[in-house]
């Protein structure tokens, strides 16, 4: 199957054109979740204020989103003030010096998601794709069509909370997997269009991450400069930090500026920071532990610019750790995978390999498990099965379990019966229970609704099990489980 539209005037040619496949239907299809508002406590900061999150993870337009967001990403960093991570900053700025009536100071954006106007955004989004030449090569959507999902997606802004239902009145959907693009890409106009205006000096460095950004910039100008790019967007309002005993945080790099002018750059860790790690005795697989040392080792390495910021990084990694129990053969052993990861050439055969199995740790039977799989050139990877965030915090309502989607079910009849019906379904289970329970106007019934009319039986939504949930429809559909036709227990 696959949908056509005809082609816009002037576009190509007036003919039909193939815009999406069976495939692409299928991911774009509209998820029945409502979405729902919760909050996540931001610990460093004076009054523990929530941070709002608004959940949109199989709402109506959740999947066009995330199509968008893949048609949209490669636009985001073509230019020189974009930074990906702490180490691309480290690398742009550790050779910098300072003159004596140079600073350094950051801005960060207030509210970067509900401040940027949907409109303006979109026409940011149109003229970037107007002068993508790559478009073509990504997808088969017009930038206008890019642009009427995308208007769609951004102002779809409705979500649930305490049984009430609420739209956000302004700026991009929190929570829509397209809404970071969107805001980077109408930052960079933001950008571009102060740099290019200012009548004094104009920064010599501006780096950005989404809505912080670090500049190298003249003394005399941070005001005037300041008061420039709050005026630039009637929506983007900026916040500054100044130096501070000649050292900035940005991000978590530690910027000292040293006597010569140079820069140093150490790691930061806010006043809150803990170094409270995953502790080595706890029940989860020795991979992750490991994974534990090798990113605070791999950060050790790539942030400071000095090797004496190196080694003292380093030293501070080992107490931490040792505080939480990790021995001396984990950190030997870690290294020495990290070696053997870097020495082996990547594989190439990805058409010989099999798909990953993911299964719940518990110690002494999942090695066992790997071992069995891997036999047969399976990749086994684990997870944990019990977390203190699953214990302890749950930030978002729970959905009642006739509202659950995109899940495997089983259905067992009320009376004395040996079949038992295994199905899935992408709609909320009350309504595809609903389905069950009578004929259909088109196509052929489904197989319990005829076990109902033959045997005289019924069932109750209450007695119905869920046997799990995957919100990847392709995923869901090829499991083994997942079987149409009526089985004995």
Request: aromatic residues 8%.
């Amino acid at each position: 199957m696959s949908v056509k539209v005809l082609s816009h005037p002037g576009h190509r040619s007036q003919r039909s054109l193939q815009i999406i496949d069976r495939i692409t239907y299928h991911r774009l299809y509209p998820g029945d979740a409502i979405p729902c508002i919760y909050g996540l406590p931001k610990i460093h900061k004076e009054g523990v204020p929530l941070r709002p999150i608004v959940s949109s993870i199989n709402s109506a337009t959740y999947n066009i989103a995330k199509h968008l967001a893949t048609i949209l990403a490669p636009l985001v960093g073509n230019t020189p003030h974009h930074i990906k991570n702490s180490t691309d900053f480290t690398d742009k700025v550790q050779k910098l010096t300072l003159d004596p009536d140079e600073t350094m100071v950051s801005f960060a954006v207030v509210s970067l998601f509900t401040c940027i106007p949907t409109t303006e955004a979109v026409e940011t989004v149109r003229k970037r794709l107007q002068e993508d030449s790559s478009l073509e090569d990504r997808t088969n959507f017009t930038p206008d069509q890019i642009c009427t999902l995308l208007d769609l997606c951004l102002t779809t802004t409705y979500f649930k909370y305490n049984e009430g239902f609420y739209r956000q009145k302004h700026g991009c959907a929190m929570g829509s997997p397209v809404s970071p693009i969107v805001a980077n890409l109408y930052m960079e106009e933001v950008e571009r269009k102060a740099l290019g205006s200012f009548k004094g000096r104009v920064p010599s460095h501006w780096y950005r991450y989404v809505d912080d950004t670090w500049v190298k910039i003249k003394t005399q100008e941070v005001e005037s400069f300041t008061a420039h790019i709050n005026a630039v967007d009637k929506n983007i309002k900026f916040t500054r930090e100044d130096t501070k005993d000649n050292c900035l945080p940005f991000l978590d790099c530690a910027v000292h500026i040293e006597e010569n002018g140079n820069l140093n750059i150490e790691v930061y860790r806010k006043p809150t920071h803990t170094d409270q790690y995953l502790l080595f005795d706890s029940h989860h697989p020795l991979e992750h532990k490991l994974g534990v040392i090798r990113t605070l080792h791999h950060r050790a390495e790539h942030v400071p610019s000095k090797p004496e910021g190196k080694k003292k990084e380093h030293t501070h990694i080992k107490e931490a750790l040792k505080t939480c129990g990790y021995p001396k053969w984990a950190f030997i052993k870690s290294a020495k995978r990290h070696r053997k990861e870097d020495q082996t050439p990547a594989r190439e055969d990805k058409k010989d390999r099999r798909n990953n199995v993911v299964i719940p740790y518990v110690a002494g039977v999942s090695e066992k498990l790997r071992r069995v799989f891997s036999k047969h050139d399976i990749p086994v990877y684990f997870r944990p099965s019990n977390t203190l965030r699953q214990k302890l915090v749950h930030p978002k309502d729970k959905t009642p379990k006739h509202r659950l989607n995109n899940v495997v079910y089983a259905v067992q009849c009320s009376e004395e019966c040996p079949d038992l019906y295994i199905g899935e379904t992408k709609q909320p289970l009350h309504k595809r229970m609903a389905q069950h329970r009578r004929a259909t106007s088109t196509g052929q019934d489904s197989a319990v609704h005829l076990h109902l009319k033959d045997k005289g039986h019924s069932f109750e939504d209450a007695n119905v099990h869920i046997l799990d949930r995957e919100d990847r429809w392709f995923e869901r559909g090829k499991r083994p489980s997942m079987s149409t036709v009526s089985d004995h227990l």
